[in-house]
């Protein structure tokens, strides 16, 4: 099977609607983990985090943990993203660890990304997360990385955090400008968002909207705007 094949075939996993989903792909999934192209391993990934409710949910974790260690930086990024639909106490000790050893700032953004996101369903010491957290931004200086930190802040109740989040929107670089935007999304989804930071966000994205030139942040600012 060429690289090509191999690529359609796993794309075709990844669309398959859910009760169409089945477990006899893994196979297939598990060979291609080992693939000599990265890739294939990048597109494997993704598909492997379709697998948290069946059987192979144990077999799928640990194929992704074999994946956060391989060599090419956005294979990691892309097995860090899928193991965090993985909600156990061994993937979140596993993200730890990658956190601290994670040389790449992308990938370690996603690292991070994902053990808040498996927190937010198995944590029950909230001032134990923040202050991981607290831990982290000590240390931090990657942009992407100090976001999703304050975020991880914010979710988990220290919703002064916001203030630091906005002030990012002034930030030079405009990737960082989205990344705002996207969790700004993300506060706005939240049924607990409260008016008071509602107009703290609309009073930033106002002034956004009057400076920014780049077309990608206007359009999504534009469509942050719509929520308010």
């Not at 193991?83 to 993200?95: A, D, P, Q, T």
């Not at 957290?133 to 200086?141: D, V």
């Not at 990012?168 to 409260?194: G, M």
């Amino acid at each position: 099977m060429t690289d090509e094949e191999k690529l359609t075939l796993i794309q075709k996993y990844e669309e398959l609607p859910a009760e169409e989903f089945k477990e006899d792909c893994f196979e297939d999934l598990k060979k291609f983990a080992s693939d000599k192209d990265d890739t294939v391993k990048i597109f494997t990934a993704s598909v492997l985090s379709r697998f948290v409710n069946t059987a192979k949910r144990k077999e799928a974790i640990e194929i992704l943990l074999q994946l956060c260690h391989e060599e090419n930086e956005l294979v990691r990024t892309e097995a860090y993203d899928a193991i965090g639909c993985y909600c156990e106490k061994s993937v979140v000790k596993s993200l730890e660890k990658a956190v601290l050893s994670e040389k790449d700032g992308l990938a370690r953004s996603y690292a991070i990304d994902s053990w808040i996101y498996v927190q937010q369903h198995l944590c029950t010491n909230e001032t134990e997360v923040i202050g991981y957290l607290n831990a982290i931004l000590e240390k931090e200086r990657d942009d992407n990385c100090i976001l999703n930190c304050l975020y991880g802040k914010y979710s988990f109740g220290e919703r002064a955090a916001l203030d630091e989040i906005l002030n990012y929107i002034k930030n030079t670089d405009y990737h960082i400008r989205c990344s705002v935007l996207s969790i700004i999304q993300l506060i706005l989804e939240d049924e607990n968002c409260t008016e008071k930071c509602k107009r703290k966000i609309k009073a930033t994205l106002t002034k956004l909207l009057k400076r920014e030139k780049t077309n990608a942040v206007k359009e999504q600012a534009e469509e942050v705007m719509r929520w308010l």
